[in-house]
């Protein structure tokens, strides 16, 4: 159950959990200045009876985006004194919230300096993997087609009385037929994307990535093309993880190269695009259409520019908002949440 974003279960007067395993230390030079062990695991040895109501202890829902430390944050009192797990929606690591290692210095505030609570407190971390793959290609290829045949904006003629007698032009858009696709990312997703894109006449795919693969593109005769993609593609389809190499890839130079007839989609992570190289490109002409399932910041101000252009469809990050998808999300952290207050492996957790 959510309660505020967070778990119900926190430790505190009414909300508790249980917890029956020894909390794991790591080494840390913060680690000293930071409480991770509730104090009656000194009284009580390292190992709690059975279920045995503990506080200060529990597992939040980490919300899209969020770093860590805003989970803590949520806590009754203003924190944990010892986490079990923290469970990352909707699913994928987002490995930039997370230091695999020493985060180093010397001690002194109450915080490790870059907000690296994760390692300095032994907390354990689980995720659920693998079960956004089909929603997400599924939402990328209909904000494709909403943007290229520019479903919102006829739409919305229909509405406001735009719709009168036939013209030969009127509402023309670009159909995928005969065309080349770009992927940027052809990880799970994007595999699954150009899988979903190839009963409609697609006639080439190209892909680029942090190296080639042949296994995955052989299924679609798909070309490892880094620098011809903007350049050639009609629809250009960003699928990739946020990493710092692909940190606003997509900017004023990248756009520069694509067709003015061409179609942009991110369903992958905001940051991967420079949305005021964006816009300028939608607004001047560089680029037909874009459709963004994914922005920054989240969720985006009402006044932004983006949203005053017609040839831009915008989502609310719903690329995995389906009722099997989201069912599937919270049992795999239901799983992870009891298992780590059991003090089992769970059966998704991210190693740190």
Same mark, same amino acid.
């Given at each position: ?23 794991? #230390? ?10 991770? @062990? ?46 079990? /797990? ?14 695999? $290692? ?19 407190? /032994? ?24 943007? %290229? ?14 719709? @009168?007698?036939?013209?030969? =032009? ?68 960003? @699928?990739?993880? =946020? ?8 900017? $004023? ?41 994914? @922005? ?13 252009? $017609?040839? %831009? ?20 952290? #239901?799983?992870?949440?009891? #298992? ?11 190693? =740190?």
């Amino acid at each position: 159950m959510l309660r505020g974003g967070t778990w119900a279960g926190w430790g505190g007067d009414r909300q508790t959990s249980w917890s029956s395993a020894r909390p794991r #230390a790591r080494s840390c030079p913060w680690a000293g200045a930071i409480p991770s @062990t509730n104090p009656g695991w000194a009284r009580r040895g390292w190992r709690a009876a059975p279920r045995r109501r503990t506080r200060g202890v529990g597992g939040p829902w980490l919300g899209r985006g969020e770093p860590p430390a805003a989970a803590l944050g949520r806590a009754p009192g203003g924190g944990l004194r010892t986490l079990r /797990g923290v469970f990352l929606h909707p699913g994928e690591v987002q490995h930039q919230h997370f230091d695999r $290692k020493s985060c180093g210095g010397t001690p002194g505030p109450r915080r490790c300096p870059r907000g690296l609570w994760l390692p300095c407190r /032994g907390i354990r971390v689980g995720y659920t993997p693998d079960v956004l793959t089909d929603a997400t290609a599924e939402l990328s290829v209909a904000l494709l087609l909403a943007a %290229c045949r520019r479903l919102p904006e006829a739409a919305e003629q229909v509405k406001t009385g735009g719709w @009168t007698t036939w013209k030969p =032009l009127w509402m023309c858009g670009f159909g995928l037929s005969d065309s080349t696709v770009g992927i940027i990312g052809l990880g799970r997703i994007g595999q699954a994307v150009a899988r979903r894109l190839k009963p409609f006449g697609v006639r080439r795919f190209l892909y680029t990535g942090s190296r080639p693969k042949p296994e995955a593109a052989a299924e679609f005769g798909a070309e490892f093309g880094e620098w011809r993609l903007a350049q050639e593609s009609d629809f250009v389809v960003v @699928t990739c993880a =946020l990493t710092p190499a692909t940190q606003g890839m997509c900017n $004023k130079d990248f756009f520069s190269k694509m067709k003015k007839t061409s179609v942009f989609i991110n369903t992958s992570r905001g940051a991967v695009v420079n949305q005021e190289d964006l816009y300028d490109a939608l607004a001047h002409g560089q680029i037909a259409a874009a459709g963004l399932d994914v @922005t920054t910041p989240e969720p985006l101000p009402a006044d932004h520019p983006l949203l005053s252009l $017609k040839n %831009c469809v915008i989502l609310p990050h719903i690329g995995s908002a389906t009722y099997a998808t989201r069912t599937t999300m919270a049992v795999l952290a #239901a799983n992870n949440l009891l #298992a780590g207050l059991r003090g089992e492996p769970m059966p998704h957790e991210l190693l =740190l």
